[in-house]
């Protein structure tokens, strides 16, 4: 069973130690999105730098591209990127379902085809597990079903019924090693269902529990309810991840119902645009008032490239497409979440987790 | 005067220190190109740590974007780009004249026409010299006449004529102060020319000379001899830069040649597209045979990405256009190119150089 010591609480919100196969994770987590096995434009080292304990990988992308054979003959994923912390995979659930007119669903698994290059591919609930731990990541995601919202009942509640049976299926086949295999609780904006989902999933007994299903088409308040009304339905000694979020708002409000573990593309994705993330709001840096501005992107913030570079420089570099550009702000937007995080965790432990929300929520941007 | 120490000679082979303001250059030296303040992709973190002390940047591409004010407004190109050691700029004639039909040429200057938004814009010998200085770089290079091969003699005498007039207002408006000045050869496959153009040019007692209009459409063997011949023309106790060269071969036969500074974009614009360098080849890390190559790019570098990714990983990037892949072989490629510099100097001290060039040139690539 994967450790998860549980440190400090405020209200639902909990600073913890997550132990996995390649060491601690301290919790609350922001994990840096790696699809194809990188974190775009950053090298390990640099995430090593901005303090990432655990990065997001991608099943779905890494079966097709470099494909299984080739990452098990180079050692697994971890040597394969030459990263040595830990990786969760998502189980590419979330992909496949995707692209809708590609696959073709049944109660055993689904068919899709490579967005590549049309080749044919199955995945199962045991041989999405049987992948993630012969990549050798730390955690392994269940094979579920993401329905898009609005969604009928129907197609919710059968999206309920088939991830239970799924995770029953890929929990037999887990090989209960070092992979900690979470399950991933859906149900849509359905009480009921959100219920039945987390009470069938936890009877697994699995070593840790994700809240899918969000941030798919819902408001930001119906998000923010289900969030807590979901994390409020898993063991309080297991470790929580609400996956694909991660705006300022989104996590200080996600950390807040009481989640551990989050993911997003967004600082990195937000980086290659030329966009900045600061707590207090988000901007372009190719607009005309940074082209002679003499701060770092964000003045409040420690990072390396806040600690070496104007935003004039930055701006220029986007002006003129340079690739330094990219990689110069995502890194910046991956430190500028770990360092909220990392507040986050010591305003837990301090007690003084509500004052810290309140006025991070205060000035954070809207969405 | 820019004082340079001449260590030990191999025939015309020279070691030898150039003290610049922004501190020492070691040469025979390759300088990495930054043609827009920014070496495409690679920090100033990753220059200094493969061993770059000089950097080029360009004039013309600087004086359309960000621009002198920007540039004098935020502190000069070095606090600019955040690159505390030495910056060449070239003049920007180059790029001028290949606009072609978007410039025009008299005796007084060149007036062009911007790639970027067609605004029109005028070099003159004293401007370019009076930018150089203002952006505080270390070497600046005159505004030259550089033609591309072949052409006629009458084209050439004329480049030569206006050269000569232009390096001498150019030194004329030359402040002497920190920036330093070198002039260029320029003269064609014509030996009496190149011998007019160095005379003229050493009779203004400029800091350097460069060895310019090779590598511009004349064969291999005919840039090896033209470099040769010109190099014996300039005085033995400044340093020599030959413009544009950069490839394994090229920098060894002009080491031979006598000269001792080098650029080229060779390196960094290969590793964007996949090709890697190596003493002896290049290869493309798309190819097959690499996507379970566990090597190194090339197991006899010791570059960082070296000891840190296999080819299969840097093939996987490449395949799947991840812009972590342009980044690593940009690095690993100035890296082979600034570890084969650092050979070079301690053969020639070592009084190893005839045997270390024929060992080079016996096995690297034809071109």
Not at 111 to 136: K, M, Y
């Amino acid at each position: 069973m994967t450790p998860f010591a549980l440190h400090a609480t405020a209200g639902a919100a909990r600073r913890g130690t997550l132990q996995l196969a390649h060491g601690p994770v301290e919790t609350p987590a922001f994990m840096p999105v790696g699809t194809a096995a990188t974190v775009k434009g950053l090298t390990p080292g640099d995430l090593r730098a901005l303090g990432a304990q655990i990065i997001l990988s991608n099943t779905y992308h890494l079966w097709l591209r470099p494909g299984r054979e080739t990452l098990v003959a180079l050692g697994g994923l971890h040597r394969f990127m030459a990263w040595d912390r830990n990786i969760l995979t998502d189980s590419g659930g979330f992909q496949v379902f995707s692209l809708e007119s590609r696959r073709k669903l049944d109660d055993d698994g689904v068919t899709f085809q490579s967005h590549l290059d049309g080749s044919t591919h199955r995945f199962t609930p045991e041989n999405v597990v049987e992948f993630q731990e012969a990549l050798g990541v730390d955690i392994a995601m269940m094979l579920d079903i993401c329905v898009k919202l609005p969604a009928s009942a129907s197609e919710i509640e059968a999206s309920v019924r088939r991830t239970t049976l799924w995770a029953q299926r890929g929990t037999a086949a887990w090989g209960r090693g070092a992979t900690a295999l979470f399950g991933i609780v859906q149900g849509g904006l359905d009480e009921r269902l959100r219920e039945r989902s987390a009470r069938e999933l936890v009877a697994l007994d699995l070593p840790g529990y994700a809240i899918g299903g969000l941030s798919v088409g819902e408001s930001r308040e119906e998000m923010g309810r289900f969030t807590r009304f979901t994390a409020a339905l898993l063991p309080a000694e297991k470790p929580r991840y609400l996956m694909g979020v991660g705006t300022v708002r989104d996590l200080v409000t996600g950390i807040d119902a009481g989640v551990d573990m989050f993911d997003c593309v967004y600082p990195t994705r937000s980086g290659r645009h030329g966009r900045a993330i600061t707590r207090t709001g988000e901007y372009n840096i190719r607009g005309a008032s940074y082209v002679r501005d003499e701060r770092p992107v964000d003045p409040d913030c420690s990072c390396a490239v806040c600690a070496t570079y104007t935003r004039a420089y930055l701006a220029h570099l986007f002006r003129s497409e340079e690739i330094l550009g990219p990689r110069l702000l995502s890194y910046h937007n991956l430190a500028a979440l770990a360092a909220l995080m990392a507040d986050a965790r010591a305003a837990i432990a301090g007690g003084t987790w509500d004052a810290f929300r309140d006025g991070v929520l205060a000035t954070a941007p809207a969405r």
